[in-house]
């Protein structure tokens, strides 16, 4: 298939649109990225995803998917005879996956976000044990479900650790701003190590931004008050 | 062939539209279940115990295994139960299947039920933003018989659960016509041909009793 058969929409800030090029990346599958400027939204992106009206947008001969979760799986099942599986093929381990990738979204995620907008010290504690207390979820999580291998997903990266893998430099830049280390090998040993062989995947590399690039970004879309 | 010793529990609310659309999905397979009633708001240790994280229904608990979250549960009972298949096969139709179900479950739900019951900008600006969503499901359905296409499948049963079966009757208690025929026909026509699906009859909670309880949740709504 010609290269510009696949597109992708996105940002390089945007750890939802890291999703899909960490998946496309994975099965070696040639795509151009068509980057959005910061602040305004193109002709294709509204017309592609109508409804939402956000990145990642996947065009593939022209046709979008839209959600990044959704076209992670979309990319497994159309490139499925292409590097390895992103899912378990077992249903129940299956089903496990996506529970935690909904879990990290809905819950995780949003808590995450939440520190770079809070308010006062105690705000900011109370999020930070929240962040942790989540983290320990992750951990047993990653211990059910990797069964002694390095990922989630088993001997490869897929699906469960692109969905909360993305978010790991951002979860630097919070970790810088808090003074303190969130993700701590000492109460969540296995799923700081995971962190780190995730981080140097040669699929996850190039896509992953650099923390200080990214603080510099994080500084400009939550300006804080002069201390 | 035999018979594998097989044990399926539906943990359940008669009112949600969650745990309705995996009694439709389990009924349309033929799949023999025990059906489990939680007296929400009261809920059962056994429903503590099978969800400690969210508490909440349908809990699918296939022999020794815990299934939590409806869309999760329907595409697992598809993947184990293979007759009347209801995922399309088509990556990118399973995409927009998945698409259109988070759809209606986020937006349409959010719009069409709190932003609509607070109508912070007013109740007709609420009205019109939630049939400016369902406009794209009207979309979606038209010039076909399901949203599955020929016979029901995932999109069917989530929408169906959600709009038509629990939206709707919020709609009518609060005395709004959401989906009329002229704007809407074929999410109507659609709604029409769901209702005589066998499958689906036996989960439509009861009318009056579904707009009783729906109208009992926007007056906490509004009072918080």
Known sequence: MASSDVKLIGAWASPFVMRPR???NLKS?????LQETFGS????LLKSNPVHKKIPVLLHADKPVCESNIIVEYIDDTWSSSGPSLLPSDPYDRAMARFWAAYIDEKWFVVLRSFLKAGGEEEKKSVIAQLEEGNAFLEKAFIDCSKGKPFFNGDNIGYLDIALGCFLAWLRVTELAASHKILDEAKTPSLSKWAENFCNDPAVKPVMPETAKLAEFAKKIFPRPEA | MTEKE????????WASP????VEMALKLKGVPY??????LPNKTPLLLELNPLHKKVPVLVHNDKILLESHLILEYIDQIWKKNPILPQDPYEKAMARFWAKFIDEQILTLGFRSLVKAEKGREVAIEETREMLMFLEKEVTG????????IGFLD?????MIPFCLARLWEGMGIDMIPGEKFPELNRWIKTLEEVEAVRGCIPPRDKQIERMTKIAETIRSA
């Open chain 2, 144 to 151: 076909k018989d399901f949203f599955g296409g020929k016979t």
């Open chain 2, 6 to 13: 097989e044990s399926v529990k539906l943990l359940g609310f």
């Open chain 2, 18 to 21: 969650f745990s309705r659309r």
């Open chain 2, 157 to 161: 049963m989530i929408a169906g659960s």
């Open chain 1, 22 to 24: 960490i998946a496309l």
């Open chain 1, 29 to 33: 599958v040639p795509y151009e990225f």
């Open chain 2, 34 to 39: 025990e059906y489990l009633e939680e007296d």
């Open chain 1, 41 to 44: 939204k193109s002709e294709l």
